[in-house]
């Protein structure tokens, strides 16, 4: 048991957040908020999956979802790029988009979301 209470609500939770993200994260389309919601998933499944395994994905261990947050906070410092509909629709908020601005709080979001769930949510297992 991981100790996410309650189970079945966070199970749906994170996997409407993995499936939403990565599909905005892979449009670049708000990319921020993208990056977000990819590095607030990752911590809470590194730290309460994966951590007790190892640093190496191999053994099952926290390394891939490290990986995982450091490319969508990447993409956020950089920008989507080209071929985005972040930079085809360009206006207000998104023509900062690859600024030290959205990449800082797309950082901090992601991480304070990760930290306040686990904080609220997270039990861990009596045997652990």
């Known amino acids: ?5 309650p189970g ?7 996997s409407l957040t993995e499936m939403g ?7 670049g389309l708000l990319t921020p908020l993208a990056a977000a919601g990819m590095i607030a998933v990752m911590i809470v499944a590194g730290w309460t ?13 926290w390394e891939y979802n490290m990986i995982l ?4 906070l990447s993409v956020a ?7 985005s509909v972040d930079h085809a629709i360009d206006c207000g908020i998104l023509g900062a988009i690859g600024s030290g ?12 979301a ?15």
């Open 1 to 5: 048991s991981i100790g996410m209470k």
């Open 49 to 61: 999956s994966h951590r007790k395994n190892g640093f190496f994905i191999v053994g099952d261990g």
């Open 101 to 112: 601005w959205t990449a800082l709080i797309a950082g901090v979001v992601g991480a304070v």
């Open 21 to 27: 993200a990565g599909l905005l994260f892979a449009a």
């Open 69 to 72: 947050a450091v490319i969508a």
């Open 114 to 128: 990760a930290v306040a769930q686990m904080l609220v949510f997270y039990r861990p297992p009596a045997d652990a």
């Open 8 to 14: 079945r609500i966070h199970a749906y939770a994170a």
């Open 77 to 83: 410092i950089t920008g989507p790029g080209r071929y």
